[in-house]
C-alpha cells in the first residue's frame, strides 16, 4: 500500500507541476502581447475591442524604419513637389495617368464648334508617328505595359516644325495638335505643346501665328468623354459620336489618308476632338514647280507620283486656295531641298522655363558635382527599344548601326572628355530595359536617369520625361548620341543652333562615318 500512496503523490505532484507550469506559460505570453493599459491612450473603443477567441497581434519589436526621401533643399521657381529618390531598381518610361471619373453621358449633348477669327486663314495638320506598345512582364504569365518612346515624340515635334514652316510659306496662322497616346491607353491621354514649349517667343521670333485645338475648338466634359469613348473602340460605330462629329475636309499629303494608311495616333486625335476627316486628293501640280529625284531627296517610300512631297510643291498647289481652314493629313515626311525650314523654324522653338529648370535639378541631383563646375555634364542617348527593326534585314554588321555596344559609347565617353577639357560626369538618357545595360552604365560610373524614382509625369505629364531628356540632350557641354535615332537628330539640331557645338556618335562599323 505504501508503494501505490507513494506513487499516487508522485502523480498528483506531476499534475501539479504540469499546470503550474502551463499557467506561467501563459502568463508570459499576455506579458509579451502588446498592453493596452500600458498606452499612454485610453485605449480601444468597445467596438474595436478585439474578439475574446481571435490570436493576439504579433509583438515587433523593432519596427522598420520609415522610407528614406531625399529631396532638394534649394529653392527653385517649380518647388511645390521635390524629386524622390529611392531604390533606382524600376523600368524607366512608364506612363502614369492621371486618374479619370467616368462620366454619365445624356443624350442631348450640345455639338461642339470651332472658333476661327473670320479675318484669319488657318493651316492644320495631323501628328505622325505612333505611341510604340512596349510589353513589360508583370507576372511570368501576363504581359502588359505601354512605353512612351523618345524617338516618337521627336518625329512629333518634327512634324510640327515642318507644318510651321509651311503655314509661314502658306502665310497662315497654325492649329496645333496635341500630343496623343494611343488608343490602347484606356484614358486616352493628350497634352499640349505649350505646357513644353514657349510658343508666344516662337511666335516673336518668326512672325508665325499659332493657336492649339484646344484654344479654337473647346470641349465640354461631356464631349471630352464622348471622343475618348470613340478612341477606346477604335473607329468603330458609336452612335453618339456620329451625333456629334463634325466632318473636317482633308488634303492626302504625301499619299496619307490615300494609299498611305494613317497611325492610330493621327486617328486618335480626329477622335477626341469629334472630327470627322474627308480626305481629298490634292489638286494639280503647278507646271512651274520643280520636279526632283525623289531618291535624292529621301522620298523614294512614295507610292504616287502625283502625291504632294515638297515644301515648294505645296505653295504651288495650295498658295491661292482661300479656304479659311486648309488641313494637311500629313507634315513629318515633306521635303525641303533647299535647307530652309530648319534655321527658320527649328531654332526658334525654345522649352519653357518649367522644363529646364526641372532638368536642371534633375541634373545637380544626379550629378552634384555639377553644381561646382558651372552645370556642365556630358549627356548620352542610347537608344534601343524598337529601333531594330530598322536595321532588321540588314547584315550583322550593320544591325551594329542601330544597336551600339555600350563599349562603343564609352569610347565616345573618353573623346567627349578630351574635347571638354575636363572629367565630366555622364548623364545617360535610354528607354532600355536590360539589366545588363543597367549594370554596366552603373559600373562605367555614368547616372542613368530613371523617372520612374521622380515626380517628372507628377509635375510635367506623361510625355514630360520624354521632354526633359531632350532638354538635357539639349544643353549638354557635349553631347553623345545614336544617328539613327530621331530623337539623337532633333538633339543634335538643337546643340548647332543653340550653342554652335557638333554631336558626338560612336562608331559602328570600322569605316562608319555619320552623314547628315
Known sequence: MSGMRQRKLVSAGLIL???????????????????????????????????????????????????????????????????????????QGSMRVPEVKTLVLSNDIPKPRTYLDPSEKYLGFMMYAGITNQPFRISWWLTLRFTLFPDHIAKKFMALENAAYAALLLNRTLIIPPVVT???DKYNSNQRWSEFFDLPRFTSLTGIKAVEWHDVR?????????????????????????????????????????????????????????????????????????????????????????DVVTFEDLVGRYGDRQDQLLFLSHAFKLKDPSGGSRPTVGMNFYFLPTVTNYAARLIR????????????????HIRRGDIWQKCRSQSEEAMLACIIPLGRYAESVDKARK???????????TDSKSEEDHTTISRMGWRRLNHEVY?????????????????????AEVMIGTFVSSMSRVAARRQKSWHQREVIYPRTTPSWVPTV
Not at 574635347?419 to 538618357?429: C, D, M, S
Open 365 to 380: 541631383h544626379r550629378a552634384p558635382e555639377t553644381k561646382e563646375n558651372g552645370g556642365r555634364y556630358i549627356a548620352i
Open 455 to 475: 515626380t517628372t509625369e507628377e509635375e510635367l505629364g506623361i510625355f514630360g520625361p520624354a521632354m526633359v531628356d531632350a532638354a538635357i540632350l539639349a544643353n
Open 218 to 306: 473647346p470641349l465640354t466634359n461631356e464631349q471630352i468623354e464622348v471622343g475618348r469613348e470613340q478612341a477606346r473602340m477604335g473607329g468603330k460605330s458609336y452612335l453618339l459620336w456620329n451625333l456629334l462629329a463634325e466632318n473636317l475636309t482633308c488634303q492626302v499629303i504625301y499619299g496619307y489618308g490615300d494609299s498611305e494608311r494613317l497611325h492610330t495616333t493621327e486617328l486618335t486625335f480626329a477622335r477626341q476632338f469629334l472630327l470627322s476627316p474627308q480626305f481629298v486628293r490634292p489638286p494639280s501640280r503647278n507646271p512651274n514647280t520643280t520636279v526632283y529625284d525623289r531618291v535624292k531627296i529621301g522620298a523614294k517610300d512614295n507610292k504616287n507620283l502625283n
Open 182 to 184: 494611343n488608343s490602347h
Open 17 to 91: 507541476l504540469t499546470c503550474w507550469s502551463l499557467l506561467h506559460l501563459f502568463t508570459n505570453l499576455d506579458y509579451n502581447t502588446v498592453n493596452p493599459s500600458s498606452s499612454p491612450s485610453s485605449g480601444p473603443e468597445k467596438d474595436d475591442a478585439p474578439h475574446p477567441h481571435s490570436r493576439p497581434p504579433a509583438f515587433v519589436k523593432n519596427p522598420p524604419p520609415p522610407p528614406f526621401v531625399e529631396s532638394i533643399p534649394e529653392p527653385l521657381p517649380d518647388t511645390k513637389s521635390v524629386l524622390r529618390q529611392i531604390n533606382d531598381a524600376n523600368q
Open 419 to 429: 574635347q571638354a577639357g575636363a572629367n565630366l560626369p555622364v548623364i545617360v538618357t
